[in-house]
């Protein structure tokens, strides 16, 4: 049987199974994810105007020019944070065959609203340029027009998810983080890692309750940092099995 067929039954029993547990999850991830994007965003943006500030000799704090560029920069910020390390909206579905989610990225409506204005207006500003120039406007219009029409309909992507849980999963808890993590030994090609997150520590300890009710069975391994669930022996297993 190939893994499609073996995995497809249990994909439709995980979203027909009733929920006994949800929750949601916003944010960068880890605890500290947060605030290393931020000074990600803040370090690119400072070291990026000290550099025009020593190349620039006119450029001084008492010039206009100065404060135009840092509200320039402080704009970038706010755009490097919010959407290029983006924030992640997640709902979490717990069943009893295992939790299954979806992901989508927090980017605020209104930007979303501003690419379909843009794209409108570029379909407009091709379809000008055709009545114009004639077919030859096709040539360098044609692509942008496509694109376009391609981004009128710009909206959320929401990404579905599942991890299916059997009495051979193994879940690691993150000690000092909102983090659980799952994993199971490879075995008929089913294997699988996969992370989820809890808003508070509180909906943690309420999610683990939840997963002990389901599977009395299930090994709960506390560790300190997530790379220390590496050191369990599923994993000297599988580095065994591929020297082999």
């Known amino acids: 049987m190939s893994y499609k067929k073996h995995i497809e039954p249990l994909k439709q ?23 290393l994007d931020w000074i990600w ?3 690119f ?25 840092f509200f320039f920069m ?9 959407l290029l390390s983006l924030d992640k909206h997640y709902c979490y579905h717990l069943t009893s065959q295992g939790v299954h989610y979806t992901e989508k990225d927090m980017i605020p409506d209104v930007v979303y609203q501003v690419v379909r204005g843009f794209a409108w207006v570029g379909v407009v500003v091709c379809i000008i340029a055709v009545f114009t120039l004639g077919p030859l406007a096709f040539v360098g219009a044609g692509g942008f ?20 849980m059997d009495e051979r999963t193994i879940l690691f808890d993150l000690i000092n983080d909102n983090v659980l993590s799952f994993t ?5 090609n089913l294997e699988y890692k996969r992370r989820v997150y809890t808003q508070t520590y509180e909906e943690k300890l309420t999610v683990v309750n939840h997963l002990y ?20 022996p599923i994993y000297q297993q599988e580095e065994e099995k591929a020297a082999e």
């Open 213 to 232: 009710t389901l599977f009395p069975n299930l090994e709960v391994i506390k560790i300190n940092r997530a790379n220390d669930q590496y050191k369990h």
């Open 145 to 164: 027009a496509l694109m376009s029409f391609g981004m009128t309909n710009f909206r959320p992507n929401v990404n579905h998810s599942y991890i299916l």
């Open 184 to 188: 199971i030994p490879e075995k008929d």
């Open 74 to 82: 402080a704009m970038m910020v706010l755009v490097s944070r919010y």
């Open 45 to 69: 943006a400072v070291l990026f105007l000290l550099f025009l500030w020593s190349v620039i000799d006119e450029l001084t704090v008492d010039t206009p020019e100065f404060w135009v560029l």
């Open 41 to 43: 965003s803040i370090s």
């Open 13 to 35: 029993k995980i979203y027909n199974e009733k929920t006994v547990h949800s929750w949601e999850y916003k944010g960068a991830g880890f605890k500290y994810n947060n605030l």
